[in-house]
């Protein structure tokens, strides 16, 4: 943390590295999310199907067990993984209300994307367009946030943490 304050980071190549290796990681996550999502399909019938099932497909509708057992590991791992990205996001030096943007979104779309799948099971299957609608938020914010930070640690010199801390000193 000190290092990316102090704006020591650009000079440490062993940082940098670390960062961009987790960045890749965080892209393969983006990656295999992508791939998850699609064995269900962004059609309303698609996702309708993976959590009520199908008699046609012969596939069952998701239990309450189930639901919970990815929801207890989703809600946790989601919540450690943004945290780690968006916190690289503050010192990305681009215009505060993106970053505002994109961690509100990050974390609201992710939070919906999970409970959707309660909602389509107990209330309505309806809420099928919001497991689509928070899907789509979810990919495009994370996809964003690391396209920034890999721009911000491979090309930059700046500091955005820093450069706001200066602002706001009085002269």
């Known amino acids: 943390m000190r290092f990316i304050i102090t704006g020591e980071w650009s000079r440490n190549t062993l940082l940098r590295v670390i960062v961009l290796f987790f960045l890749f990681y965080c892209f393969a996550f983006w990656l295999t999310n992508f791939g998850l999502y699609m064995e269900m399909g962004l059609s309303y019938q698609g996702v309708v199907e993976h959590y009520l099932g199908s008699p046609e497909?012969?596939?069952?509708?998701?239990?309450?067990?189930?639901?919970?057992?990815?929801?207890?590991?989703?809600?946790?791992?989601?919540?450690?993984?943004?945290?780690?990205?968006?916190?690289?996001?503050?010192?990305?030096?681009?215009?505060?209300?993106?970053?505002?943007?994109?961690?509100?979104?990050?974390?609201?779309?992710?939070?919906?994307?999970?409970?959707?799948?309660?909602?389509?099971?107990?209330?309505?299957?309806?809420?099928?367009?919001?497991?689509?609608?928070?899907?789509?938020?979810?990919?495009?914010?994370?996809?964003?946030?690391?396209?920034?930070?890999?721009?911000s640690v491979a090309m930059s010199q700046r500091n955005a943490y820093a450069d706001s801390a200066q602002r706001s000193r009085p002269s």
């Open 57 to 151: 497909k012969f596939t069952r509708p998701k239990s309450i067990r189930g639901l919970m057992e990815v929801s207890h590991f989703h809600l946790f791992a989601m919540g450690i993984f943004l945290v780690s990205l968006m916190h690289l996001l503050l010192f990305v030096p681009v215009n505060g209300l993106l970053k505002l943007v994109l961690i509100v979104a990050a974390f609201t779309s992710a939070f919906l994307d999970e409970a959707s799948g309660w909602l389509i099971v107990f209330v309505s299957p309806l809420f099928a367009y919001m497991k689509i609608a928070s899907f789509v938020v979810l990919q495009l914010s994370l996809i964003t946030t690391i396209a920034l930070s890999v721009w």
